[in-house]
C-alpha cells in the first residue's frame, strides 16, 4: 500500500534562518507531488506541484522555493524565513493511473512557527 | 479561476443526527472534480469522497455521501447518523478534470456533534 511520510511534525525556527521540509511517497512510482500552506483557521493554499523529476510549477510567488531530486521525493526550502511563512505546510500525492488518480492523499503536516 | 464556497462556519449536531455540509463551486471548465477532505484537531487532511463532474450518480461512501447539483453548482456532503468521531474541519474542494493541477480549497465547516 501507499504511504506518505513528512517531517518535522513541528519546527520553531528564527527569522532569517534556513528552512528545509521532506516529503517521501511510498507504495507508488511516479506520482503527482505538491506543497500546499494553510493559515490559521483557513483553507489550503496551493503553493507548489510537481508532475515528474525536476519538474516545478509554481503557485504563489513567495519567500519559498521546491526540488523534486527523486521521484518520490519532494522538498520545500527557504534560505530565509520570514514571520509570514509561519503555517501548517502540507504535502499531498496522487496517482497518475487507476481508478484513484484524480485524489490527493495527504501528509501529517508540518507546523512551522517562524519567531 | 475555480472558487469554492462554504457558508457555514461552525454548526453543532446532535449525535446520530444527519448533518449537511454546504458547498457551492465556480468554474468555467467543463470538466473537474469535486472533493470532500475532514481535518480532525491533529491536522491531517483525511479524503471522504470524491464527485467527477461527469459522474452521473451521486457518490457515496460508507455514512457519507456527496449531494450533487450540477446546474445548482452545489457539491454538499450528508453525513448519514453522526458519531462524536466526526467532530472536525470539514473542507470542500475542486480541481480541473485531467490535469495535475491541485486543489482549490474552501475556507471549511467546524461540525461539532454534541451527544
Known amino acids: 500500500s501507499q504511504t506518505i511520510h513528512q517531517w518535522p511534525a513541528t519546527l520553531v525556527q528564527p527569522v532569517g534562518s534556513p528552512l528545509s521540509l521532506e516529503c517521501t511517497v511510498e507504495g507508488t512510482s511516479n506520482p503527482n507531488l505538491y506543497w500546499y500552506r494553510q493559515a490559521a483557521g483557513r483553507g489550503l493554499q496551493l503553493l507548489f506541484y510537481?508532475?515528474?523529476?525536476?519538474?516545478i510549477s509554481s503557485e504563489v510567488p513567495q519567500n519559498l522555493s521546491a526540488s523534486r531530486p527523486q521521484d518520490r521525493q519532494f522538498i520545500l526550502s527557504s534560505k530565509k524565513l520570514l514571520l509570514s511563512d509561519s503555517g501548517f505546510y502540507l504535502c499531498?500525492?496522487?496517482?497518475?493511473?487507476?481508478?484513484?488518480?484524480?485524489?490527493?492523499?495527504f501528509g501529517a503536516g508540518t507546523r512551522l512557527s517562524v519567531l | 479561476a475555480q472558487k469554492i464556497t462554504q457558508t457555514q462556519p461552525g454548526m453543532f449536531v446532535q449525535e446520530k443526527e444527519a448533518v449537511t455540509l454546504d458547498c457551492t463551486y465556480d468554474t468555467s471548465d467543463p470538466s473537474y472534480g469535486l472533493f470532500w477532505y475532514k481535518q480532525p484537531s491533529s491536522g491531517e487532511m483525511i479524503f471522504l469522497i470524491y464527485q467527477g463532474s461527469y459522474d452521473q450518480q451521486n457518490a457515496t461512501e460508507g455514512r457519507y455521501s456527496l449531494n450533487f447539483q450540477k446546474a445548482r453548482k452545489s457539491a454538499n456532503l450528508v453525513i448519514s447518523a453522526s458519531q462524536l468521531g466526526d467532530s472536525a474541519m470539514y473542507f470542500c474542494a475542486m480541481t480541473p478534470g485531467g490535469g495535475a493541477d491541485g486543489l482549490t480549497f474552501g475556507k471549511g465547516t467546524h461540525l461539532i456533534i454534541q451527544p
Open positions: 510537481s508532475v515528474g523529476i525536476g519538474q
Open positions: 499531498a500525492w496522487n496517482p497518475t493511473s487507476g481508478l484513484a488518480k484524480n485524489i490527493q492523499y
